[in-house]
């Protein structure tokens, strides 16, 4: 499987991680090896095969519909890059 | 002290031959002296500690105190500790100090085990080697230039330079098994559900599970008593009973069914790794046990199944390390795009960084069904081969790795390389099954691991084999040069 340069640009727009210009060459050879490896897959005769996510089959166990969490802002926000007032704090995004 | 199992340094304990106190100072000194040589823990909670270790003292002098009270463990740097840096071996997390417990370590708590650190660890649990943690690899008490394993290597590289008598990990594909092969000591992966993985840092939700390390089996019963809960905090914790793990020890193994299968006996398993297993068949054979050629078909597609699911679970785990709430920061963002991509790029590592461009590529538009769609079904067929085998065999048994430890960096550049080495143990996290490594051998001074697989919920099955096993054989009592 190999994997254009232009796609690896738009995983890293899409997985929000800055790849520098020096070592996409690298990133993409990587990659391609080990989309070679998952490419395996593609030979798997899975006609009729039921898909599962999870391991067991099991389902997700439910509960009353109750406030468990206490608050813990203060202790939360204390360990936050940038926090103002309660909030935290990004660069602006509205001019 | 530092040779005692914690069976025997329990029974110390609970007849006052030793105080917690005494104990602790003494693991928190053989820490301060060798830890330097294996880079193996990378936090010591030593002030902590003692004082955790004269409250074990008290209990433990008022009677009616719990197993392992006053027993020094060690964490792995997944687990959330309240008011102790959590990083999981990642730059994103060096400054991340976690306002709460997890379930396993609060469950330690509980039973008064002290707490001496926390153990290094591959970048947020992926990798077969420890290099890719943040803080530098871990070194093999066994052989300074070879890897311990990992993700979890330095609980069992700590294990087994006795710098403390357990230590608790993770495995999501082999991270618990794997090290603990290399590094010649007993670890266990529980079936899926079984520990509460809530404060445990995720990396693949469907595959991650917690599960002891030590140097024994009965050690590993004593550990894994205090880790399975169910846990209102965690919906995939399983409601099931929980056995009383050491009950059943001393069972006799006489008629039990030993499932061998072909497949994990093939091509690129090293000779002396190979006669090794094959003589821990043997001698289970000559305990009565009997062996039973079974095959897993679809084995060798787990590898690739795993590198479609884990890669697509982390990335969507991972999306919450975006520099606003905790954890790393970029310098001076431009704008918040910029925050985002650049913190993540600062933060996280390289093997990191492809498993969450792998996981992204699999989950995007017109690829999906392609491969994570895939890998699912392939994950069902899998799961449907153990199904069968256990229709005819009690547990299944094999190598848990293709070789004894390797060199730092001899895997190469090619991330393939090191993916292979969890050939052998992969196929269980897909499946949800517990896995177990046992120290079975020798091979150019290094260990080599027997793996024991159980079906759902057959840990004390598990235990008592790998424990019937310790009885006739010595390999679990092997230390490293220098350190016994």
């Known amino acids: 499987m190999n994997i254009k340069r232009q796609e690896i640009e738009k995983l890293a727009t899409l997985a929000r991680i800055a790849i520098d210009e020096s070592t996409i060459a690298e990133v993409t050879e990587r990659l ?7 490419d395996q897959l593609q030979a798997a005769d899975t006609s009729g ?14 509960r009353e519909d109750e406030v468990t969490e206490l608050n813990q802002r203060q202790a939360l926000q204390a360990i936050a890059p940038d926090t103002e007032e309660g909030l935290f704090l990004v660069p602006k995004v509205i001019e | 002290m530092y040779n005692l199992t914690i069976a025997e340094l329990v029974r110390g304990l609970q007849s006052k031959a030793f105080s917690s106190v005494e104990l602790t100072q003494h693991f928190l000194d053989r820490i301060a002296a060798l830890n330097p040589d294996y880079n193996a823990v990378i936090t010591v909670t030593a002030d902590q500690a003692l004082k955790a270790a004269i409250a074990a003292d008290k209990r433990l002098a008022a009677g009616g105190a719990p197993a392992l009270c006053g027993v020094p463990i060690l964490h792995k740097d997944i687990f959330c500790t309240k008011g102790v840096r959590t990083s999981c071996g990642s730059k994103m997390l060096d400054n991340f100090i976690p306002p709460y417990n997890a379930t396993v370590v609060e469950n330690f708590e509980q039973a008064g085990a002290v707490v001496l650190g926390k153990t290094n660890m591959d ?5 077969s080697s420890n290099e890719t943690s943040f803080y530098g690899p871990v070194k093999n008490p066994w052989s300074t230039d070879c890897v311990p394993g990992g993700s979890s290597g330095g609980s069992a590289a700590a294990v087994a330079a006795r710098l403390a008598p357990a230590a608790t990990a993770t495995d999501t594909g082999g991270s618990i098994r794997q090290p603990a092969a290399l590094c010649g000591i007993t670890g266990l992966k529980p079936t899926y559900g079984r520990v509460s993985r809530w404060g445990m840092i995720a990396f693949a939700s469907s595959l991650d599970q917690a599960g002891p ?13 205090c880790m399975a809960s169910l846990d209102d ?4 914790s399983i409601d099931h009973k929980i056995d009383d793990y050491s009950a059943s020890l001393n069972n006799s193994i006489k008629g039990l069914k030993i499932g061998v299968p072909s497949e994990y006996f093939s091509e690129g398993l090293d000779k002396g790794t190979e006669q090794a297993v094959r003589q821990a068949l043997s001698d289970l054979e000559a305990q ?7 095959s897993l078909p679809n084995s060798g597609l787990s590898v690739p199944a795993y590198y479609v699911i884990a890669p697509a679970e982390a990335s969507a785990n991972l999306s919450r390390f975006d520099g606003v709430k905790y954890g790393y920061r970029c310098e001076d963002p431009k704008d918040l795009q910029d925050l985002y991509s650049r913190t993540r790029a600062e933060g996280f590592g390289e093997e990191v960084q492809r498993r969450i461009l792998i996981g992204t590529y699999c989950l995007s538009a017109g690829y999906y069904q392609a491969y994570y769609g895939k890998a699912q079904q392939v994950r069902q067929l899998i799961r449907q081969d153990f199904t069968q085998a256990f229709e005819q065999v009690d547990v299944i048994l094999g190598p848990t790795c293709p070789s004894p430890a390797f060199k730092f960096g001899s895997k190469g550049d090619d991330p393939v390389a090191m ?3 969890d050939i052998y143990t992969i196929a269980t996290n897909l499946a949800g099954l517990p896995g177990m490594s046992v120290p079975c051998g020798m091979v150019d001074n290094k260990p080599v691991g027997l793996q024991i697989i159980g079906n759902y919920f057959d840990e004390a099955l598990m235990l008592n084999v790998a424990h019937q096993y310790q009885q006739v054989t010595h390999w679990h009592n092997l230390a490293p040069e220098g350190i016994a």
């Open chain 1, 32 to 38: 391609g090896s080990v989309l070679e490896l998952v």
């Open chain 1, 49 to 62: 095969v039921e898909a599962i996510s999870h391991p067991m089959q099991g389902t997700q166990r439910l």
């Open chain 2, 123 to 127: 970048e947020f649990a992926m990798g």
């Open chain 2, 213 to 225: 390390m030590a140097r024994t089996a009965e050690d590993c019963a004593l550990l894994l008593s």
């Open chain 2, 233 to 236: 905090k965690d919906s995939t």
């Open chain 2, 288 to 294: 009565g046990a009997e062996l039973v050629d079974i």
């Open chain 2, 419 to 421: 993916y292979l080495e």
